[in-house]
């Protein structure tokens, strides 16, 4: 059968025998991934192998089956795979269909590609980290190394223009139109009372009843998957109902991809990895969710958990085309016909989102400290970096300069990210290097050794699972143990391997919150959540390999349990005392305690009988600030309120309080101080001028003429003002101020009680001031009442002891 992709063909090998970089778009079902390599082999230029890049294990090994049977082979001899669990290579082999992870590992190790004539980037449009990152290396191989070098980028929904660019030299941009087979789009709307697996398996009946042909339905997971074929299987008892995800075995994934061998009508439920590359044999009828599912790495956490969104426009024409791949197709869609403008037009490239530890520290081995110089065609966010380049610091990969240590270049010897490198080396250096790697594959493979948080429970029943996907995982991680091995200088002796993930990862240690166990605090300080009823829950301690949600109480997915004695023996280096310091508000003191420390994490706490003073003060510092108002001397404040004196407002006083109030807190736990040295303190930052500003136009006291004092209130509402009693102020015919304002005077009784207020005292002597007398003449008939007030004397003696 000839494919459509063959027609520019002619084209694109003429490209790469003048150049060294193309790109090609053609649509789904044209034949780019089997039928490019295959024509590349024979060019007089390519004498060596060719690499075709894949997104996805389940794909790799498919295009490497599906290719070898058109040569009549089997897959491992002209044309082979490499995938991280399964590999089928020869020594004739010329075609290697591979990972994007397992073409980085291989450039870095071999910078200069022995052996290797062109590299072909397929469904470039997935823009995973890998393959951004393989092609930035690649690329700067061949400007520095391999001028040789073809590489070709591939897509059916890419901007050929900006890969073009990125590849230089006006690398060619050819385009195959594919054999357009009819395509029907189905809207069916989306219910948000009802559940993503109830409308899919819902969809996929109406489909099965009113539509010929096999039926794949994309889901955002497993879960999904499961719940739906779980809904089908009893509406369609005798249906092959068959899941196609990263889980499932070779097997079982080549049963999904092929055509029912009697001939019968199936079902494939599927992630996103049926989304490209994958033709599956006999499907005509697509049903798409609309969602898709992927991990974002949380840098305040520093773990990834997994994200679902709407998938894109570009997503949902892949999908759809898996239906009219063959011929006639019909693709039903879980949302309104409406709304699909409003989806994205491209899924984010996962450098924007993902972890980029791994990228960081593969760019250090490859010798670049500095990973923006690399040709990128999304440069790696700043931030991102800069958390990844903190991490490896920490963990000892990298130096102050970025560049790679010894015990970073032994990580990098490991094809797995950093933390996993980490676990399997420290688990060689306890003579345990089959236990680490083990366990750190089961934190990348969801599935093996059966479910639950618990890894060590998985770890022992790794141990007796059977089936080729068990076999191949436990090849895959003795082959890493064996290299971790090679990389330590000795063993000591072993120990729980709880702890390989507790060294490689030492903020993740976690200690339980309360009695149910449900809630975690971990030594960097975030918070987990655990299901109660898992076994884990009634545990001390917990290394945490994975976590799902966001940095607040991420679901804890894959831990291993600790004892104390373990983390006080592991992490002896690590845990401090600590004095801290606490603010009581109710009694507005700072209480200290003594404690011993993991991190976040408190072991074990008593009282501080010696806190750092200098500590106390800047903890009763930061108080006083945040009620500066509460502490100052009110009388002092309100007077240079009064006069405008900028120096002593309150939010100059706060933003000067380390100068002035810091020394008065030494050597004290609260904030009851004395108002002399406070008021001492404040005076002394103005100048002597001010001061006696202060006291000439706001005094502090009124005396009256018959001697007595009584404080001048600058505070109230209509101040100034003083309370006094009348008869002090007998003689007076003038009217008290203060500076320019007359003073507000709050005339009282014998007994205190109060008269009248006035800021016209002759005028208050003259008018009211007889009505007043006649009243008090009858209340208070010991004292004088005289009608003339302003020509008596001042006294506030009784009649008779003012005549004696």
Known sequence: MTLPVEAVLPDLLAALGKGTGAVLIAPPGAGKTTAVAPALIGEDWCEGQVLLLSPRRVAARAAAERMAETLGEKAGETIGYATRMDTRVGKDTRIVVMTEAIFVNRIVADPDLPGVSAVLFDEAHERHLDSDLGL????????????????????????????????????????????????????????????????????????????????????????????????????????PILPLHGQVEPAAQRLAIRRNPDGRRRIVLATAIAETSLTLDGVSVVVDAGFSRSAEFDIAAGTSHLVTRRASRAAAAQRAGRAARQGPGVAYRLWEEAAHAGRPEFDAPEIETADLAPLTLSLARWGEADPTRLPWLDPPPAPALAGARERLMAMGALDDAGHITDFGGKLSELPMDPVHAAMVLFGAEAGQARDAARMALLLQERGLGGRGEDLLQRLSRLEGERGRRADAARRLADGWAKRAEKLVSGQAAGGNPALFLAQAIPGNVARRRDASGENWLSASGRGFTLDPASPLAREEWLAIGDAQGQAKGARITAAAALTTAEVEAAFADRIERRSVLNWNAAERRVEARLQRRLGAITLASGPDPKPDPDAVAGVLLEKAVERIEAILPKTLIARAAHLGIAELAPETLAESA???????????????????????????????????????????????????????????????????????????????????????????????????????????????????????????????????????????????????
């Open 658 to 804: 380390e100068e002035w109030l810091l020394p008065l807190l030494h050597g004290r736990r609260d904030l009851d101080l004395a108002k002399g040295p406070l008021t001492d303190a404040l005076l002394a930052r103005v100048g002597w001028n001010t001061r006696q500003r202060l006291d000439t136009l706001a005094p502090r006291e009124f005396e009256s003429p018959a001697g007595t004092r009584h404080a001048v209130d600058y505070a109230g509402e209509n101040a100034p003002s003083v309370e006094v009693r009348v008869q002090a102020l007998f003689g007076l015919d003038s009217h008290p101020m203060i500076g320019n304002t007359p003073l507000l005077l709050n005339l009282t009784s014998p007994a205190g009680r109060p008269i009248q207020a006035t800021r016209d005292l002759p005028g208050f002597w003259r008018g009211s001031w007889a009505d007043v007398a006649k009243d008090m003449k009858g209340r208070y008939p010991k004292h004088r009442w005289p009608d003339r007030p302003w020509e008596e004397k001042p006294s506030l003696k009784t009649k008779n002891a003012f005549n004696r």
């Open 136 to 239: 930035a290396l690649a690329i700067e191989s061949r400007s520095v190394l391999r001028e040789d070098l073809r590489i070709l980028v591939m897509s059916a929904t890419i901007d050929g223009a900006r890969f073009s660019r990125l590849l230089g030299d006006d690398a060619p941009v050819i385009e195959s139109e594919g054999k357009a087979w009819p395509l029907r789009i189905e809207w069916l709307g989306a219910r948000a009372e009802k559940r993503v697996d109830e409308e899919v398996a819902s969809a996929v009946l109406t489909a099965w009843r009113e539509e010929d042909g096999d039926i794949l339905a994309f889901l955002p997971g497993v879960g999904e998957i499961e719940r739906v074929r779980e809904r089908l299987e009893q509406r369609l008892p005798d249906v």
